[in-house]
């Protein structure tokens, strides 16, 4: 499927994920079970439905194919396949992490490279 795919996180989050030397998940994807991301065609809608008006994000772009077997593709929102991990996320998986402020009008502003 598609690589890179994406992860909206709080930074003190992504701090203490670097501290351990991997990424857990969120609240939310310990409560799942599995760690969700969202493919490019996905991530904004992701993050007005769960990210509106949030501040001190980042975006993650992470290798999807480098996951291997725990990267399972699952129908979710409106019926479309998107990215969960079970198991946590191995930091050297993660391509970069950028800002992802939020713009006059209240929206995130994505990096050009994300489509």
């Given at each position: 499927?598609?690589?890179?795919?994406?992860?909206?996180?709080?930074?003190?989050l992504?701090?203490?994920?670097?501290?351990?030397?991997?990424?857990?998940?969120?609240?939310?994807?310990?409560?799942?079970?599995?760690?969700?991301?969202?493919?490019?065609?996905?991530?904004?809608?992701?993050?007005?439905?769960?990210?509106?008006?949030?501040?001190?994000?980042?975006?993650?772009?992470i290798?999807?194919?480098?996951?291997?077997?725990?990267?399972?593709?699952?129908?979710?929102?409106?019926?479309?396949?998107?990215?969960?991990?079970?198991?946590?996320?191995?930091?050297?998986?993660?391509?970069?992490?950028?800002?992802?402020?939020?713009?006059?009008?209240?929206h995130?502003?994505?990096?050009?490279?994300?489509?």
């Amino acid at each position: 499927m598609d690589t890179p795919i994406y992860k909206i996180v709080p930074r003190p989050l992504w701090r203490e994920a670097e501290a351990k030397g991997r990424f857990e998940g969120a609240p939310v994807d310990l409560k799942d079970g599995y760690i969700h991301f969202s493919t490019g065609a996905q991530v904004r809608e992701t993050a007005e439905r769960h990210f509106s008006g949030e501040d001190d994000l980042l975006l993650l772009a992470i290798d999807a194919d480098a996951l291997g077997d725990a990267l399972k593709w699952e129908r979710s929102r409106g019926g479309q396949l998107f990215p969960h991990l079970y198991g946590p996320l191995p930091l050297d998986r993660v391509l970069w992490a950028e800002d992802l402020p939020l713009a006059p009008d209240g929206h995130h502003t994505f990096p050009a490279s994300v489509r």
